[in-house]
Structure formats: C-alpha cells, structure tokens
C-alpha cells in the first residue's frame, strides 16, 4: 500500500506532455478518478460546436493558447479581461465587507503589508490554518488577514487561529472578515498577496502590480499557480504548508532582492494591462468585435 502511494503521489509530480509547465497534480479535478475524466471529455465534445469564444484574460498574457483554441475551432475568440478593468463596478460580495482596513493601510509604509486572502469558498484544516499563523507570526511582516468566517469547518472567525497568535502580531497586523479587494491590492502599502489562486484574483493582483504568494486548492487555481510562479515569473508557489517555509516564503516575496525582481516584472505587466484596456488597446478591440459579432448574427 505504502508503495502504491508513493508510485501514485510521483506520478502525480511529473510533467504532463506538451504542458510545460504543468504537472498531473496542477490540472483541474486531478483527483478524480480516470473514468470520470474520460466521462467528462466525452461529454465536452459532444456540446454544440460554438459560434464564439468569449474569455476574460488579456492578449499578451495567453496569445499561444488563444491562438491554439482559434486554430483548433475556428471561430473568433475574444479577450476581453480583465473584466473588472474595461468594466469597474461597486463592489458586490454576499460578504460584509470591512473598509476600515483602507484606513489601517493608509498608515502603513509603501509596499510592506502581505494581503491574505482564500476567496469564498476554500476551506482548509485546523493544523494548516495554524502553520499558516505562525509562519506569518514568524516572518515579522506587515500583514492584512481577510479571515473568512467559516475558512475552518466548524468554527467562526478568530477562534480559528492558534492560542496568542492574535496579540503576538497586533502591532503589525490586522484581521477583518472580508475586505474590498480590488481597492486593497491597489493601495500603495501592499506589496505582496497570499492567494488561492483563483483567476479573478491572479487578475485583479496582476493589474495592480502586486507579486504573489500562491497556494492553490482546486480546480483551476493550481494551472493558475504554476503560470505565475513558472511563466510569468511574478509569483511564488508554497507547496509546503510548514510555518519555517511560509517564514521563508514571505520573506522572499517582502524582503529579498529575488521578490524586487518580481515586483518590476510585474509592474511591467500592469503597464500592459493599462495599454490593452485603453483606447485601442487589444481587450477594447476584442469588445468591439464582439459586439460587431453580436449585431451581425
């Protein structure tokens, strides 16, 4: 059995052809058993062949692979994203958001806080939640925690966090229950998010020029992982959840000169993102062929 286990977890480390950098762990439901994913291949090509494609991502991020799906299909594919950049609205969530950390960020020197957040809907365990603590307990860094009330089955919000985590790191940081995203990754005192990985949040860190600390859970957040740390280059990946390599982590992100190199990389692509939002930029094109599309049908 143990053998069987260890064959299985190395198999599951190796490359998937043609997919560099992709693993068998990376893709979406690699847990699922074979037969299901044959299932779900079989039922996929047999929907309706498309008229369109429509994605939220950014030419210059995924031109091959968009390329490949145009060739592939042959029908137009259009890049829209980043979504909440060609169209900003109020900030919904069935979350209640706290704003007051904008005001604690305010205080905070440029580029020293790590934003933590998992999204709404990962869930993890009691042990990982406690190693994550004191990692970034140990890392001595500046930090925002949108700790999700619930993140931890069974319990509520700061229960969740190991006995004198919270008045060991009061000085240095603050924990609310969810916060307004979009406006935390702009503000200048962020200089590094702790993500799941989920692609509106890679997006959103992406267009506000902010490096990662990626540590996915499911579906497509671990595709999403290896682009940035491994593509991209703009983000680390933690696949030991253990607090000396979340300290060591954060470190490399904040600190060392290897998370400087990061943040102008992706400074660059933020760049990037304003130029193809912009008046005839590649996403603003895509919009407008889309809507051309729709009104010729």
Not at 142 to 171: I, M, Q, S
Not at 178 to 201: E, M, R, T, Y
Not at 203 to 222: K, R, T
Request: aromatic share 10%; glycine share 6%.
């Amino acid at each position: 059995m143990l053998i069987s286990i260890f064959l299985k977890d190395f198999a599951m480390q190796e490359i998937v052809p043609n997919y560099h950098p992709l693993r068998y762990k990376d893709l979406p439901f690699s847990t699922s058993p074979v037969e299901e994913w044959k299932q779900l291949v079989s039922n996929f090509s047999q929907q309706a062949h498309p008229s369109a494609i429509i994605w939220n991502t950014i030419k210059f991020l995924e031109h091959e692979s968009l390329t490949q799906i145009h060739n592939h299909l042959q029908v137009p594919v259009f890049a829209i994203g980043p979504l909440h950049k060609i169209k900003p609205s109020s900030y919904v969530s069935s979350h209640q958001v706290d704003t007051s950390c904008i005001t604690w960020l305010d205080k905070q020197p440029p580029k020293s806080v790590v934003y933590i957040s998992f999204g709404s809907l990962a869930t993890m365990d009691a042990k990982v939640l406690t190693e994550m603590a004191w990692g970034l307990a140990k890392s001595n860094q500046r930090f925002l925690w949108a700790l999700r009330p619930g993140l931890v089955c069974g319990l509520e919000w700061l229960e969740l966090l190991p006995e004198g985590f919270v008045g060991e790191t009061r000085e240095r940081g603050l924990i609310v229950k969810w916060a307004p995203q979009k406006d935390v990754l702009a503000h200048f005192a962020v200089g590094g998010f702790w993500s799941h990985c989920g692609w509106n949040s890679c997006l959103e860190s992406i267009s506000s020029g902010v490096v990662m600390i990626c540590q996915p859970f499911s579906v497509d957040q671990g595709v999403n992982a290896r682009y940035m740390s491994y593509v991209w280059k703009i983000g680390l990946e933690l696949e030991q959840v253990e607090r000396e390599e979340i300290r060591r982590m954060i470190k490399r992100v904040m600190v060392d000169e290897e998370g400087e190199e990061m943040r102008v990389r992706v400074n660059g692509m933020k760049e990037m993102v304003k130029e193809a939002v912009g008046n005839s930029g590649s996403s603003q094109e895509s919009l407008e062929g889309l809507v051309n599309f729709i009104l010729s049908r």
